[in-house]
């Protein structure tokens, strides 16, 4: 049971091995909308969340690999007969970013502030959807390929990031659909 505990408490504070090594675990909240080139359709976001660790390797610029798992859920509305059919898709994402701190603990304090950029690449694990004349399970690709944009604040042991990300591949495999 001890061995669990340090093993809880290790993952939930960062450990700075170094200057230069930090791992990060991550929680959070995110909202996914699917642009679409469906017609009398429409996609709404709906919350998710995610959760995994990342590594932040370098100090002024740095390199962060992580690995994440990531509930996205989202809304099909059909805007003619007003049938809605909601669908979750869990997958593993896993993000490389690169980063600069504009400013540091050696600036005199126990606050970071960073902007990052990145592509990442999203495994799906599982699809929860009612089979619909709109879309199906066997719609969706396995694997889809984004970007990443954002910023962040540490202060002490606590992260703080803001980000965005956006597809650059097709979700569905019909690729003339152009939802990302």
Do not use: C
Request: charged share 15%; aromatic share 12%; proline share 3%.
């Amino acid at each position: 049971m001890k061995n669990i505990l340090f093993l809880v408490i290790l993952m939930t504070l960062s450990y700075s091995a170094t200057a230069q090594f930090s791992l990060r675990p991550q929680v959070g909240y995110n909202s996914s909308t699917i642009t679409k080139r469906f017609q009398d359709q429409q996609f709404g976001p709906e919350a998710g969340f995610q959760f995994g660790v990342d590594m932040q390797i370098g100090e002024k610029f740095y390199i962060q690999p992580g690995i994440l798992w990531e509930s996205a859920n989202n809304e099909l509305r059909d805007m003619i007969n007003g049938n809605n059919t909601s669908f979750q898709v869990n997958r593993v994402r896993v993000p490389v970013m690169l980063g600069y701190k504009l400013i540091g603990p050696d600036v005199g304090g126990i606050v970071d502030a960073r902007i990052f950029t990145g592509p990442n690449a999203s495994f799906v694990i599982d699809k929860d959807l009612k089979q619909t004349s709109l879309i199906n399970k066997e719609d969706f690709q396995n694997a889809v390929y984004g970007w990443n944009i954002g910023a962040g604040f540490d202060i002490a042991i606590v992260f703080i990031d803001v980000g965005y990300s956006f597809g650059l591949s097709e979700v569905f495999e019909n690729a003339a659909s152009g939802a990302r």
